[in-house]
């Protein structure tokens, strides 16, 4: 090998190692777990709420751990590359640079994406950069081509491939259209942006399933944004990537998920005890001095350490099974005194909780859904127009020869002061 292509090897792999680095710093601060470090461990039995969300605390955290790690390793390699004076600031390294530079963007929102709470009643188009494609037909499929290739000059290829899909499985999607589903796929293959070729509802779905995805969509109409879900319409199909969409006036933009700067992941030293269950550190152990065996001292197990914070508590001890240690034992007997079980299962301590707090409690929340309400009162008002409308228009008797599969779908709004 000679001296150059040497050179140039070591250059290389001192780039890697810096933007490798440099990913795994950024997703330790924005707490965010990439793909190929997400442990696939799930729970095999059922279990309540709360344990099942302390398991995920643990493999959140495990995971983090990783990257920690595995961060130091990388760093340790960029140390030592560097100490052999390998040169990064050429012509020869800038085109590397850059295509290293856009890997580790395109990995780091995906990982945001996958990281991202779908489920969250808060989220909103806040939380996104909206990145506008073409106004000409194909805007759902340019913004699919968007997170798929990175490009969204690929859009024919992800039409052909959705149309294709629709095609031998029309039976899966011709609910969701009003004409033939035959005419609709033939349409669909045309890609000159005539109307008729505009992606609809079974587009939509047959993207999500396609592309194992969930398509997120928000939808805003005069002023008010409406969040649409659309999941795989074959149910067995794991979830692997998310698809972030605005729409407004019928045209479609692509999302992406802004960074969260937040506190950065607690890294404790390998050395310090943490409590993976609870998610919360020990406090320290005491020092025990190594003695041989035949001193006989036997030494503290960790679950005999007691948390310096639990002293001047009083636990509850289960009379059924006084060796189980309950969840959360740390309250007086007298608090669930007023509580009787006729039941043979055993409550949970949130359960018995919730029942102390007597028959007039009601759980209220402090954060409304300010979008969900908003739409609600746009539909209901929508109601209430389109009876005042045909409130005359329709006698009982041809009410009742209309099936409800007959109806078809509308989304006609009777226009005010008419």
């Not at 595995?70 to 390998?86: C, D, F, G, P």
Request: glycine share 2%; charged share 30%; net charge positive.
């Amino acid at each position: 090998m000679s001296m150059k292509n040497y050179i140039t090897s070591h250059q290389s792999k001192l780039l890697r190692y810096k933007s490798h680095a440099d990913f795994l710093n950024k997703c330790l601060t924005e707490g965010i777990v990439p793909n190929g470090f997400k442990l696939q461990w799930e729970p095999q039995i059922d279990m309540d709420l709360e344990t099942r969300e302390k398991c995920a605390k643990v493999k959140k955290d495990a995971s983090l751990r990783l990257i920690t790690l595995t961060e130091k390793a990388i760093t340790s390699k960029i140390i030592e590359l560097q100490s052999n004076n390998v040169d990064i600031h050429n012509e020869n390294s800038n085109h590397l640079q850059r295509s290293l530079y856009e890997r580790k963007q395109n990995k780091l929102q995906k990982a945001r994406m996958l990281n991202f709470d779908i489920r969250d009643i808060n989220n909103s188009l806040d939380d996104f950069i909206v990145k506008n494609v073409a106004g000409d037909g194909n805007c759902f499929y340019r913004c699919i081509a968007l997170d798929i290739y990175g490009s969204v000059e690929k859009h024919a290829c992800i039409r052909d491939k959705i149309v294709h899909h629709m095609h031998n499985n029309t039976n899966l999607y011709s609910v969701y259209i009003d004409e033939d589903i035959n005419i609709h796929i033939t349409n669909q293959s045309h890609k000159d942006g005539r109307m008729s070729s505009w992606a609809t509802e079974a587009e939509i779905y047959a993207a999500a399933t396609v592309y194992s995805a969930v398509v997120q969509i928000y939808n805003v109409t005069n002023g008010v944004t409406q969040i649409l879900n659309f999941e795989p319409v074959t149910k067995s199909t794991k979830i692997k990537r998310y698809f972030f969409l605005k729409m407004e006036h019928g045209h479609f933009d692509s999302l992406r998920v802004k960074s969260k700067q937040k506190v950065s992941h607690d890294r404790i030293e390998d050395t310090s005890q943490f409590d993976w269950f609870d998610m919360e550190q020990l406090p320290e152990k005491p020092h025990v001095k190594t003695v041989s065996h035949d001193e006989m001292v036997r030494i503290p197990k960790p679950s005999e350490v007691e948390h310096a914070c639990f002293k001047d508590k009083k636990k509850v001890i289960n009379k059924d099974n006084p060796h189980k240690d309950t969840d959360r034992d740390l309250v007086t007997k007298d608090q669930f005194s007023t509580i009787i079980n006729l039941s043979s299962r055993d409550l949970t301590f949130n359960e018995k909780e919730i029942l102390s707090k007597g028959l007039k409690f009601i759980p209220t929340t402090n954060k409304y859904d300010i979008t969900k309400l908003q739409s609600d009162l746009c539909e209901w008002e929508r109601r209430m127009r389109l009876k005042e409308y045909f409130h005359d228009k329709q006698n009982d008797q041809e009410k009742d020869n209309i099936k409800p599969w007959m109806k078809k779908k509308s989304r006609f709004t009777p226009t005010p002061w008419r």
